[in-house]
């Protein structure tokens, strides 16, 4: 419990007696699933999922992996948790209902990860120059998988979840909002090359009629469909 502590006048302050609950922990290995390696340099999140999101994500506690893929969380409260594993590389994990015990760690052993694909490429315009800062997302993945795109247009997109995906391409020139957008295919471990070549200029011709009256006037909007 959280009480106030008054310091002064007099020279001596007494402070009560302090009671510290005992923690405990959990410690475990993660590993490729593709490779059987131990998987260096991992996040380890260990969440208490009886509070908010924010507040979840902010009190989580964190550990990396070390080179033997092992971790180590030692100053967990009692409880049911929820464990959150992820790499650049690979794709993200979760572990439901991990249990925590007093004064002992809870061994989860091995951990595999599945490999997730990368995605790059460069997106250019109609003149064959890269576009800076062109935001460039795998629209339908959990968690996001979305940059932006360097000085040169370049962009990299790593740990993607295998499978088909919309990969989508937006930004501004010119005062006008460009989108564009394709399905790819994403497999573990390998590399997908995506390049965009935006059209920064377009023409739309044609006329507006309707049933029973006369059209004489009116504004046509153009908005980007869905991906």
């Known amino acids: 419990s959280k009480e106030d502590l008054v310091i002064g006048p007099s020279r001596r302050t007494i402070i009560p007696k302090i009671r510290l609950r ?6 475990g290995q993660v590993y490729s699933a593709a490779s059987n390696r131990p998987v260096n340099d991992a996040s380890v999140a260990l969440v208490n999922p009886a509070l908010p999101e924010e507040d979840a994500k902010r009190n989580a506690i ?32 979760t572990l439901q209902n991990v249990v925590v015990s007093r004064n002992r760690a809870t061994d989860l052993g091995k951990i595999y990860l599945e490999a997730g694909g990368v995605v790059q490429g460069v ?12 935001e460039v997302r795998v629209s339908g993945v959990s968690p ?3 940059t932006h795109t360097d ?11 295998p499978g088909r995906w919309p990969l989508v391409v937006e930004t501004s020139m010119n005062g006008r909002k460009i989108y564009a957008y394709r ?22 011709v044609g006329s507006i009629a309707a ?15 869905n991906e």
């Open 22 to 27: 005992a923690a405990g922990g959990v410690v």
């Open 62 to 93: 964190r550990a990396h992996t070390d080179y033997s893929g092992f971790f180590r969380i030692n100053t967990a409260a009692a409880g049911s948790y929820v464990l959150e594993i992820s790499h650049p590389n690979y794709v993200p994990t």
């Open 123 to 134: 997106v250019f315009d109609d003149q064959r120059y890269g576009i800076n800062w062109a």
């Open 144 to 146: 996001k998988k979305e």
């Open 151 to 161: 000085s040169s247009g370049n962009y990299v997109l790593l740990g993607v979840r």
């Open 183 to 204: 399905t790819i295919e994403v497999r573990p471990g390998e590399t997908t090359r995506e390049d965009f070549y935006l059209e920064t200029s377009a023409n739309v």
């Open 211 to 225: 049933l029973d009256a006369v059209v004489r006037s009116g504004n046509v909007h153009f908005h980007p469909f």
